[in-house]
């Protein structure tokens, strides 16, 4: 393992970025960048429509990849309940199949960052998810690339997802609030542990030091 690591997001930064630049990296992919990225080091989401999403063989070949793949159970929902080993939506009365993935992760709150799996913090996304992972490995170098936190033209760099733009842009906020918290607390008790920014529109970067995609491959 090496000391760095790249998280990979869907923030339209990454819109026409060469993925193959990240291959002599080690990468912790979420959603649909597993699909982009090569040979990624660990899969992991929090949203179970993500299977919902996989069409035209997609969901095969995300069952294929010989990688990690990490679901994270975010209990601290009421409606999310662990009901005979099997983790249950109450409010939309889905049973989810985790079958394809190696891991879960019973998340029992969403912000700030913990130290162990039986302390993670969700942060109510995906790319937050893949944050607190990178710090329970040990990485000591985190790059954010895909968290752009920011409203923009686009929602994602890919066209996979179909949120509206108004919701998301409200979510967007939310999540910057969890990044911002963390981030704060990494520097105070694990001032050893760097995160880095690789969006230029990124509101984290008053607080973390920005790379510019350019640099990546290079850092």
Do not use: W
């Not at 070949?61 to 601290?76: E, G, M, T, W, Y």
């Not at 985190?142 to 994602?156: N, V």
């Not at 030091?209 to 640099?215: A, G, K, N």
């Amino acid at each position: 393992m090496q000391d760095k690591v790249f998280i990979i997001g869907g923030g339209p930064s990454l819109k026409n970025f060469d993925f193959n630049r990240l291959k002599e990296e080690d990468t912790i992919v979420t959603n649909v960048a597993v699909f982009d990225v090569p040979n990624p080091n660990y899969f992991i989401t929090v949203d179970y429509t993500f299977l919902k999403k996989m069409v035209c063989g997609r969901l095969f070949k995300f069952s294929r990849l010989n990688i990690p793949k990490i679901f994270v159970a975010d209990l601290h929902y009421d409606f999310m309940k662990e009901i005979d080993d099997t983790i249950v939506d109450l409010q939309h009365r889905i049973v989810y199949d985790l079958s394809v993935f190696n891991k879960v992760v019973k998340a029992k709150r969403e912000d700030g960052i913990g130290y162990t799996y039986d302390d993670f913090r969700t942060g109510l996304n995906s790319g937050y998810s893949a944050f607190q992972l990178a710090v329970i490995l040990g990485y000591k170098e985190i790059y954010l690339m895909g968290i752009d936190l920011a409203p923009q033209r686009d929602t994602h760099y890919h066209r996979l997802y179909s949120k509206s733009k108004s919701s998301f842009d409200k979510l967007l906020k939310k999540y910057c609030g969890f990044f911002r918290q963390g981030i704060e607390q990494l520097i105070q008790e694990k001032p050893e542990i760097k995160v880095y920014s690789c969006s230029s529109v990124c509101p984290l970067n008053d607080i973390i030091s920005y790379v510019p995609l350019e640099r990546i491959g290079k850092c």
